[in-house]
């Protein structure tokens, strides 16, 4: 079956600084692999995907992500954090066929420090 | 509308009522998910609906979940004899079709409270 790990449930910035939040997969297959962000009462709005291609993709406030296969990984990045990025942010694959349900990491609480 | 609605946002029932959480897609949506998300967890997927038709309800906790999509638009998850653990986020979401890689928009979510 398959897995996303996100490591580190609460990552702290400084405001300015480098975000860097961390997913891994586990598929035997290539994946179609997601970010959301959600903020407080609200839905999870997506912030970019991987299908096929450029395994560098950007997304939209700044965040990019890369698709390495060589390490199942798909860590989310921005150069430099703003006081709204704060949120909870999850990494998902989807499955390769049938119904495409995603499989959501636990998630990742990023909080930017002034 | 614009995006996914879901209605109520917030429901409050006592143990052993039963509720019906509503789910909107956006027009033109073929594919429909549910998902549970438990407190500080991600969400977990529920169940599949591809028009009016249930192809998935592996992600169903118990016989007492049940969904529906009748005329292939709106969508109701039912929950019959709430019990404690119950309590989560209901999240829906859509997608414009069924393929990979295909984005899943969702609503806003039901937060359940089950006393």
């Known amino acids: 079956a398959q897995s996303v790990t996100q490591l580190g449930s609460h990552v702290s910035v400084s405001e300015g600084a480098l975000v860097l939040l961390r997913c891994n997969y586990s598929?035997?297959?290539?994946?179609?692999l997601f970010w959301y962000v959600q903020y407080p009462n609200q839905g999870l709005q997506l912030l970019l995907k991987?299908?096929?291609?450029?395994?560098l993709v950007k997304g939209i406030n700044g965040f990019e992500a890369e698709f390495k296969k060589s390490e199942t990984s798909f860590h989310l990045t921005k150069p430099s954090a703003h006081m709204s990025d704060a949120a909870e942010y999850f990494c998902?694959?989807?499955?390769?066929?049938?119904?495409?349900?995603?499989?959501f990491g636990t998630g990742t609480r990023l909080k930017v420090l002034a | 509308g614009a995006g996914v609605s879901q209605s109520p946002r917030y429901k409050v029932a006592k143990r052993g009522q039963d509720v019906a959480l509503r789910c909107d897609p956006i027009?033109?949506?073929?594919?429909l998910f549910w998902y549970q998300q438990a407190l500080g967890q991600g969400p977990e997927f529920l169940t599949y609906?591809?028009?009016?038709?249930?192809?998935?309800k592996s992600g169903l906790p118990s016989d007492r979940f049940f969904a529906e999509r009748p005329e292939g638009s709106v969508s109701t998850l039912k929950i019959q004899r709430t019990q404690q653990e119950d309590s989560a986020v209901y999240l829906c979401?859509?997608?414009?079709?069924?393929?990979?890689?295909?984005?899943?928009?969702f609503g806003p979510g039901t937060r359940l409270l089950v006393l």
């Open positions: 979401a859509s997608s414009f079709r069924t393929s990979g890689g295909e984005t899943q928009y």
């Open positions: 598929s035997s297959v290539p994946p179609y």
């Open positions: 991987y299908t096929t291609g450029a395994t």
């Open positions: 998902a694959v989807s499955e390769p066929s049938g119904t495409y349900k995603y499989i």
């Open positions: 027009s033109g949506h073929v594919s």
């Open positions: 609906f591809q028009n009016e038709a249930q192809l998935d």
